[in-house]
């Protein structure tokens, strides 16, 4: 018997769920078989891979609304947003970076607790009242192409908010899209944003109680993999 015959994937967050999704031959690679992901050259002009500026954007846009730095200059064009999460975090009504945790029954429950499953991390959530939050997430790179995914991503947010505060009865979504100035924005009652809960559970259960990984084996699966080159035997260049 192999290790992967043996082998669950016992902890799931959204970004774990969009790479199986994408390729669960990647997931094996990571998981199972642990390979490390090869160090990437850097694009032509480029002083910064795409996930590492993001992860500094993030970092750097935190630290301004705690009071710690500048805001970025990536950022400048949402100057009046920032300005008003900042007075939001002031006063006591906004958490950033939240570390919530969820059983396999979707219980509310620390976010490093053995019982976890689910792991949940949203940027910024702000309550405006008990009865209404706002779910905000910040976006670097491009819209296009990605709103599908950036749109589920928040839902799991707006249902991970509902279910640690069973007051709030209103919850608003936003992206900040910081590399193109824009803005988007959705509310719903509680109501209907759980009405996501279910096909959530059933995918993030596919994938926690997969015994088979599948190569995705095509050039758009494949394009941003980092085990496409001389790795992963299946890759499409």
Known sequence: MSAQDNFTIKKVSFSRLAEFENCAWATKLKLIDRIPEPERPLPPGKTEHANDRGSRIHDECEKFVRGQGPLP???????????????HFEAGRASLEGEWGFTVDWEPCNYNAPEVWLRVKADAVVWLSKKRAVVIDYKTGRKFGNEIKHAEQVQLYAMAVMIRCPDVEVIDVELWYLDQDELTH?????????????????RFK????????????????CSWCPYRKGICPHAVI
């Open 73 to 87: 200059q990536e950022a400048k064009e949402f100057a009046q947003h920032f300005d008003a999460l900042k007075g």
């Open 206 to 221: 596919r994938m926690s109680t997969a015994k088979t990984f599948k190569p995705a084996a095509n050039k758009i699966s």
């Open 186 to 202: 959705a509310q719903k009652p509680t109501t209907k944003w759980i009405r996501h809960l279910k096909p959530f559970d059933a």
